[in-house]
Every structure is written in C-alpha cells, then in structure tokens.
C-alpha cells in the first residue's frame, strides 16, 4: 500500500512536472527556439502570485493564478515582439539561444535584487494540507487540484491547436514560416502569441510551484532542468509525451526518495538518462 | 490602360551573384504569360520578386495594379491579390486538406473562390477534405496548392512548376482546370518546363536565359527554331 501511495504521488508530482515542460514544448514546438529563460519565469510567476496574496491576505491564493497568467502572457508577447523575434531574424540559432540565457542571467539577478535570497512560500492556507482517503490511500487535495489543473491545461493547448484558426495558422506557421506569408499570415505576429501562452502556462507551473513548496531566486535552474528533461522524454514537441514524461520523473522521483531519501532527483535523471539511452527519440517519438 | 502586372528593367542579386539582368515584362488584366526557360533562366526569381518571397536584393521597378510592390512583405501582397503556386506544392504536412485550403482564406479577399467553388472545381479534394495533405497523391495535392491559391482570390496568380513530376494525364487535368480559372478573370503567370504546352495555354510567352529575356511576344508568334534558340541561345 506504502509503494502504491508512492507511486500515485508521483503521478500526481508529475502533473506538475509536465506542465513546467509545456510552454518550453510550445516554443520550440512552433519557433524551433529553446527559451533557457523558462526556468526563470516560473520562478518570477511564483514571486509574483507571493506579492499579490501578501497584498491581499484574504483571496485563495490560488485565484491569483489568474492575473498571473495574463500578465506573463503581456511579457511573452512583448518579450516576442521586442526580442526574440529579431534574434531568430539573424538566421542563426544559436542567437536566441544565448538571448535567452542572458535573459535567464538578467532575470535571476533581478530577483535577487528585489526579493532577496531567503526562501519564500506561498500559503494556502488550509487547502495544502488537506488530504481526502480514497480507496484506502490518503491523497493531497492541493497535488490532487495541481494534477488537474495540469490536466486542463494540456487538454485546453490541445484544443487550441487543433480545432481552432488560431491553432491552425500556428501549425501552418511552424510548417513553414515562409509560405503562410503567401497566405497574408505574419509569422512574428503568430510567433508573439505564441510566447505569450507559454509564458501563461509557465506563470501557472509557477503558482503551483509556489504553493507546492517553497523557492528562492536560484530556483529557475532545477526546474528549467525538469522541463527539460520532460520535453525530451516526451519526444520533442509531444504535448501527450511531455505529460506523460512528467508522469514518469515524477514517479521515479519519489520512489527514488523512498529507496534513498536523500537523492530523489538522482532517479529522476537517472530514468532520463535510461529513456535517453534506449530511446533517444522519447516516449511519443517517432524516430525522425 | 495600365498593365496589371509590369516589370521594368528587374535586377536581383544573391550575394554577389547577379540571377536577374535588367528583366522588363508586362501582364494585362485577365492575361496568362507563359515563362520558359532553362533552369537556373531566373524564373523563380522573378516571380519570388513579384510575390514578396524573395531572399536576394533586387533593383528595377515592379508595379501591381499601378502601385509599385518590389520590397514589400510577401503577407502584404497577398492581401493586394498577388498568390503563389509554389514550386514543390508545399503543403502544410500538419494541416488536413480543408484546413489547407482555409488558410488561402486568411487574406480575407472577397471574390468569385470559395470552399463550395474549389470543391467544385476539384470534387476529388471534397471527398478527401479530411485527410493528411500529405497522405494525397502528387496531382491530388497540385489541386490542393492551387485551390489554396485561388481561396485568396487574387487577380494575379503566379503558378511555378504545376506540372512537375506529374502522370501526363493529371497534368491534362490540371491544366483543363486552368482554363476554367481563366474564365473568372484573373491574370496568370505561369512557369512550366514544357514549353509546347506552355505556348498552347498562355496568350504571350517569355523566354529566359541566364537572367535575361531573350523572347518575348504573343504565344503563336514564333516557331519552333526561335524558341530553341531563345531557349539554349547558341
């Protein structure tokens, strides 16, 4: 029963996980451009949810989830239309590439700058530490919500894409940039909207983050690290993969932990390591 | 009265390789211009000049309707009504055959083309409306690329290479199907290695060789000598 319970926190851990590595997935799903500030931006949403419950101790805290998510969906846009797109305009890839991680740098220090380096959480309240039983396991209500609003998420970008105009000129666009402008499609404009949901759904994995546990500035690497490793267990540009991989490091995160309760995240990069070796194309690849 | 489309004296440069020497032409309303040549001639150069698509630098005059385009984005002149058949269809491989086809409907250019009137024009694409483009045969997906041209309802539509790498007898379909398009009123600019069939469909021909017009007239003026020789240029 102990394992069991184990392995359905896990499951439940990698709800969460899946959805760090979702708004990397799109970005590069659709630019090709690895956003090595992603880590960062979860960690800033989280910041930002912490402010906005401490200015108003009354609110769930988890309704700040909202506002979150349509603000980093302005900073993606204009990160977009201000940035990305002219480094991705060079030709080279590798100049977004290290945009980004000048961003990432920017962005950690600014966070030190502003809020310091002591670890910081975001309460609750009574909702986190709730539990419900079901069929004999006790369950966290707070991974259990995580795990759906994960859930939503993916199903909701699924959605978008595939039964919506705007998903379609999105794949169009990441078909080919260049012949959707024969269509009267501006591909930076798509581009901009594209970062800007991923930022939101990033924002979102950076609430839940804030109230699953608690975060400093330097927070950024190890959970740009996950999604990471979630993008490419899941096969790169996999959104069912990446939820899935997320499943998987979470589940072998915590039966890591269980075996040996000091080096958890060492299974999860070990499993990553294995899936790597034995299948380098990830769980939903299709060997391209 | 003003050409639809008019070309004067167009250069294009990639890096420093010229592809186009001083090209003029010119294309009416409701026209259909035959362009021949070798490969390598410039001729998808110079309808990338035209459509906006193109990556080199180019110097000269292009007028669509009067207004002068050369340097303008390609999104913008397919809002003004200039489409493209690209060479090699390019199909959006994740995209179905209507949704395909919908996105010609992102110009958002009213005229004679719908979904209906290209599912009319090619009932075989109606049938097939749901599956993966790229899981149609090569006519099948031509049809596609040109119904997804015709959805922007342009005055101008520019066909590179419709007929590559077809059965004969697809390419006489195509080809039947052209001269229905011709009859809602839109000039055409079309790029074809065969030349006979070039000459049979276009009102007036234009040769290229090495970036240069070395024929240029109506359709049924020349014979076969003069073509060769503006073709190879002995």
């Not at chain 1, 401490?54 to 239309?81: D, K, R, S």
């Not at chain 1, 310091?116 to 919500?145: E, K, V, Y």
């Not at chain 1, 939503?152 to 078909?175: C, H, K, N, P, Y």
Request: aromatic letters at 8%.
């Amino acid at each position: 029963m102990d394992w069991i319970e184990t392995i359905v926190n896990g499951l439940l851990l990698g709800g969460l996980y899946g959805l760090f590595g979702l708004g990397l997935a799109l970005v590069f799903g659709v630019m090709r451009v690895v956003n090595l500030a992603h880590g960062e931006f979860i960690v800033l949403a989280a910041y930002a949810g912490t402010m906005l419950a401490a200015m108003a101790p009354g609110v769930p805290p988890l309704l700040w989830v909202l506002p979150v998510a349509v603000a980093a969906f302005g900073v993606g846009y204009a990160l977009q239309a201000l940035l990305v797109n002219r480094a991705v305009r060079t030709g080279d890839p590798l100049t977004p590439l290290l945009l980004t991680f000048g961003l990432a740098v920017v962005l950690r220090n600014l966070m030190v700058e502003t809020f310091g380096t002591d670890p910081r959480a975001l309460d609750g309240g009574q909702f986190t530490r709730a539990g419900i039983d079901l069929f004999g396991l006790r369950i966290g209500l707070f991974p259990l919500t995580a795990l759906a609003i994960a859930a939503v998420m993916f199903f909701a970008l699924q959605w978008l894409l595939t039964r919506t105009e705007w998903g379609r000129i999105v794949r169009a666009t990441s078909d080919n940039f260049r012949i959707v402008r024969l269509m009267g499609v501006e591909p930076n404009r798509v581009y901009n909207t594209v970062m800007g949901l991923a930022l939101a759904f990033t924002a979102v994995a950076g609430m839940l983050l804030a109230l699953r546990t608690s975060f400093t500035p330097y927070s950024g690497v190890e959970r740009l690290l996950i999604a990471f490793e979630v993008v490419i267990l899941g096969g790169l540009g996999s959104f069912w993969g990446a939820f899935a991989g997320g499943m998987a490091l979470g589940v072998a995160q915590l039966l890591g932990q269980k075996i040996d309760s000091n080096a958890g995240s060492l299974y999860a990069h070990l499993l990553f390591f294995v899936v790597l070796i034995l299948r380098p194309t990830g769980l939903a690849g299709r060997g391209r | 009265m003003a050409a639809l489309l008019d070309i004067e004296s167009l250069q294009v440069w990639y890096g420093d390789l010229q592809a186009l020497y001083g090209v003029s032409m010119q294309l009416d309303e409701g026209g259909v211009l035959a362009l021949i040549g070798a490969n390598g001639a410039g001729k998808s150069t110079l309808l990338g000049a035209v459509c906006g698509l193109l990556e080199g630098r180019a110097a000269g005059a292009v007028r669509f309707g009067g207004v002068p385009v050369l340097g303008q984005p390609a999104e913008a002149l397919a809002r003004a009504g200039i489409a493209l058949v690209p060479e090699g269809r390019m199909l959006f491989p994740s995209l179905g055959v209507e949704e395909n086809l919908r996105m010609g409907l992102r110009t958002r250019r009213s005229g004679p083309w719908t979904l209906p009137r290209v599912y009319q024009l090619f009932p075989v694409l109606e049938e097939f409306r749901h599956r993966p483009a790229t899981a149609l045969s090569g006519g099948q997906q031509q049809m596609v690329a040109i119904a997804r041209a015709l959805l922007c309802n342009p005055r101008l539509l520019l066909c590179d290479e419709i007929s590559l790498g077809l059965a004969p007898m697809v390419v006489e379909q195509i080809y039947a199907s052209l001269q229905r398009i011709r009859g809602e009123g839109l000039a055409i600019v079309l790029v074809e290695q065969d030349v006979r069939r070039a000459c049979q469909s276009a009102d007036r021909v234009c040769c290229l060789l090495k970036g240069r017009v070395t024929l240029q007239g109506a359709a049924g003026a020349f014979d076969h000598a003069q073509i060769a020789q503006a073709y190879f240029g002995h």
